[in-house]
């Protein structure tokens, strides 16, 4: 009788680890379904992640490239506006020389003298007016 309660205590044992065998395994399964529908779930945004970040590093490189061409304007703008401020310094120079020279309280006078002199001629006018 040993030898059948051996074989007995043998069929427990395997029934006991069959039992905890499919247990890991349904587990397991889980774990596998559960990894797959997450997957799933992540992959496609990840996907759209990348393309709108590489749709964004396109516009980057596309506004760095009109920066580079607007730097370059500008620069060249900076030279012209140089040269014509260098062509007309001495023409600049002789003209507020000029201004300078202008006698503006002799020039005041002379504008009342003249509205000194109009007034009368236009009340006369006026008065033909009426």
Known sequence: MEQNEQFELLLKESKKRNFYLRIV???????????????????????????????????????????????????????LLQDFVNENANTLTEIITK??????????????????TVEPFANFMNFFKK
């Open 99 to 116: 201004i300078n020279k202008v006698d503006f309280d002799a020039l005041n006078e002379a504008i009342d003298g003249l509205r000194d």
């Open 25 to 79: 395994v349904g587990c397991m399964l889980a774990m596998v379904i559960i990894f797959l529908a997450s997957a799933c779930i992540v992959v496609p945004r990840a996907v759209e992640s990348f393309n709108t970040l590489n749709e964004s590093a396109a516009t980057f490189d596309a506004a760095v490239t009109e920066m580079h061409e607007l730097t370059v304007q500008l620069k060249d703008t900076n030279l």
